[in-house]
């Protein structure tokens, strides 16, 4: 019996349909098998250090910036004018309240005060026989009265003169380091020529100013002044408020302020820019944890807090909690925890950026950080 090209083409059908639904349904066993196997992988635990939060005193801090000024500073000259004769110092050296730092020529004005010593010798004199003639009533009351008249005048001429030579010794008016000289021996300078600068720096002042809702606190923050400058990122600088302007700027409503900072070895130099951070008020208990703990975002910052749970076999499972929290003020590496978390939570300080919530961890204990306020700060 043959059979017709129609029942052929009806049977290659129906065996490539049979071939397709048998494909499919491999397909979708190996599929479903591969969700399964999905969903009982689990990827292996991430490596994190944690810290145990617990509540420390902190004081509530203001931050601003000033510059350094000299406790002394001025920037010496004459009165004279005249040729350098002498030069007793170096720019850069220490010097103290009182030293010759430099001579004009005087040789005029030491002549002239011989002179002037002399017509001063002659005038007493006459002075002298004035009075005996006085006293035998030899001579009028007006020649005595002249002859007075010159006396004085004669030690006029002298102080004048020796008040010139004085004013030509340029002496340290304090102690302090000398900056770089402007002038040097042999060359002529005229009076109220800038020479040589002269700063006392230890201690050292620090200017700024804060608002006026700040200024009642400032008693309580006498002590408590430390101060950040970019030349010496390692640092702080510790001192205490010394003055406090007794009025505000109209303009800014800002009250000027300033601090006392030892500086014996000078590292800090007047007009140097800094970032000053005061303690404000009564201490108040609060939490604080490591800046690398936190995940800043636009919706809330957070934290990731340990748990430990058990598996249905028994085991114990650690893993995190993504916790939203509030922020107060930064001090060094660490940052104070208004709320979200409480006494005796482990929070993740490294390795916080590979986590998602509900991932499993293991703890490196040994890298843990250490529980410091200002973990990466040496005082000054």
């Known amino acids: 019996m043959q059979i017709s090209i129609k029942q052929q083409i009806k049977a290659a059908l129906f065996v490539m349909l049979a071939i397709t639904l048998l494909l499919g349904v491999v397909k979708f066993i190996q599929i479903?098998?591969?969700?399964?196997?999905?969903?009982?992988?689990?990827?292996?635990?991430?490596?994190?250090?944690?810290?145990?939060?617990?509540?420390?005193?902190?004081?509530?801090?203001?931050?601003?910036?000033?510059?350094?000024?000299?406790?002394?500073?001025?920037?010496?000259?004459?009165?004279?004018s005249g040729n350098v004769v002498r030069?007793?110092?170096?720019s850069g050296?220490?010097?103290?309240?009182?030293?010759?730092?430099?001579?004009?020529?005087?040789?005029?004005?030491?002549a002239n005060l011989q002179g002037a010593l002399a017509r001063l010798e002659l005038a007493k004199q006459n002075l002298a026989r004035a009075q005996t003639l006085k006293s035998q009533s030899a001579l009028s009351l007006a020649n005595y009265e002249d002859a007075q008249a010159k006396v004085?005048?004669?030690?006029?001429?002298?102080?004048?003169?020796?008040?010139?030579?004085?004013?030509?010794?340029?002496?340290?008016?304090?102690?302090?380091?000398?900056?770089?000289?402007?002038?040097?021996?042999?060359?002529?300078?005229?009076?109220?020529?800038?020479?040589?600068?002269?700063?006392?720096?230890?201690?050292?002042?620090?200017?700024?100013?804060?608002?006026?809702?700040?200024?009642?606190?400032?008693?309580?923050a006498a002590e408590n002044v430390s101060i950040a400058v970019d030349a010496f990122p390692n640092q702080t600088f510790k001192g205490a408020v010394t003055a406090v302007n007794r009025n505000i700027n109209e303009i800014t409503r800002a009250i000027e302020v300033q601090a006392t900072i030892p500086n014996q070895r000078e590292d800090l130099l007047p007009g140097m820019?800094?970032?000053?951070?005061?303690?404000?008020?009564?201490?108040?208990?609060?939490?604080?944890?490591?800046?690398?703990?936190?995940?800043?975002a636009p919706y809330g910052n957070s934290v990731y807090v340990i748990e430990r749970s058990k598996s249905d076999k028994g085991d114990e499972i650690t893993s995190v909690r993504q916790q939203i929290v509030g922020?107060?003020?930064?001090?060094?590496?660490?940052?104070?925890?208004?709320?979200?978390?409480?006494?005796?939570?482990?929070v993740v300080t490294l390795g916080a950026f590979k986590l998602r919530?509900?991932?499993?961890?293991?703890?490196?204990?040994?890298?843990?950080?250490?529980?410091?306020?200002?973990?990466?700060?040496?005082n000054s």
């Open 327 to 346: 922020l107060g003020n930064k001090r060094g590496d660490f940052v104070a925890v208004t709320s979200g978390l409480k006494a005796g939570d482990e």
């Open 152 to 220: 004085k005048q004669a030690e006029a001429e002298v102080r004048s003169i020796r008040g010139v030579i004085e004013r030509k010794t340029i002496v340290a008016p304090f102690s302090g380091r000398a900056g770089i000289r402007a002038v040097n021996v042999g060359q002529y300078v005229n009076a109220g020529t800038p020479l040589v600068p002269l700063y006392s720096v230890d201690p050292i002042h620090f200017n700024f100013s804060v608002p006026q809702q700040v200024a009642p606190a400032l008693r309580d």
């Open 93 to 110: 050296d220490r010097v103290t309240e009182g030293q010759v730092l430099l001579e004009l020529d005087r040789s005029v004005e030491e």
């Open 273 to 296: 820019f800094g970032e000053v951070q005061i303690e404000l008020g009564v201490a108040k208990e609060i939490i604080a944890v490591p800046v690398s703990s936190v995940e800043y």
């Open 357 to 378: 919530p509900g991932a499993q961890v293991v703890i490196r204990a040994d890298q843990s950080a250490p529980a410091t306020l200002q973990p990466d700060v040496k």
């Open 32 to 80: 479903r098998r591969a969700i399964a196997d999905a969903a009982r992988f689990a990827p292996p635990p991430e490596a994190v250090t944690v810290v145990k939060v617990s509540t420390t005193a902190w004081r509530d801090t203001f931050q601003t910036v000033g510059s350094f000024a000299a406790i002394k500073g001025a920037t010496l000259g004459t009165q004279e």
């Open 87 to 90: 030069v007793s110092f170096e």
